[in-house]
């Protein structure tokens, strides 16, 4: 009867860990969020037609480790490069005035894409509790090859390099420990 109970809630864990998903918000409920409960921003800048966009979407966002890593951690924040969402930040409103709803595939680069500095997609952006960009990260990344990045930007490990063989140094002694 104990091993049984046992085996039920094991699988119900099991279920509910595979289940996590990442509650993704605009930036503005995310900056609303930060001034109740201060946490880092960590946001997915995107394209529809980007190949890599879509495997970390389907790789890595979908895994258990990550999703809950994030979703614990960071407000999770999804932009799509060349939409028409308007961001208000640091005072300034954003917009895509060239954007073209009759285009296919790529369409005009949205201004606070612009603002980031975001050349390639995907690319990732770390932001502090306080709004200020902390770092961007660009390209596909698996599991666990994100994680380094989530624990060091979290944790506020960037802070302490103060030469690239800094980061070097952190890397290679780095565990990773998710799955996947």
Known sequence: MVR???TLIFLIHSVNLCAQKINWMTLDEAR???KKEPKKIFMDVY????????LLDKN??????????ISEHFYAVKFNAEGTEE?????????NPNYDPNRNGRNATHQFTQFLGVRGYPTMVFLSEDG?????????????????????IKQ????????PEDF???????????RG
Do not use: H
């Not at 890595?60 to 890593?69: A, I």
């Not at 961001?87 to 917009?95: G, L, P, V």
């Not at 200020?132 to 666990?144: A, N």
């Open 4 to 6: 049984t109970i046992f």
């Open 32 to 34: 609303a969020a930060q």
């Open 47 to 54: 394209t529809n037609w980007c190949g890599p966009c879509k």
């Open 60 to 69: 890595t966002f979908q895994n258990p480790d990550v999703s809950r890593y």
């Open 87 to 95: 961001i208000t930040f640091y005072n300034k409103k954003f917009t």
């Open 132 to 152: 200020d960009p902390i770092m961007p990260l660009v390209g596909y990344y698996k599991p666990k090859q994100i994680e380094l990045y989530l624990k060091m």
């Open 156 to 163: 506020g490990d960037y802070q302490i390099f103060s030469k």
């Open 168 to 178: 070097e140094n952190y890397k290679k002694n780095f565990v990773p420990r998710f």
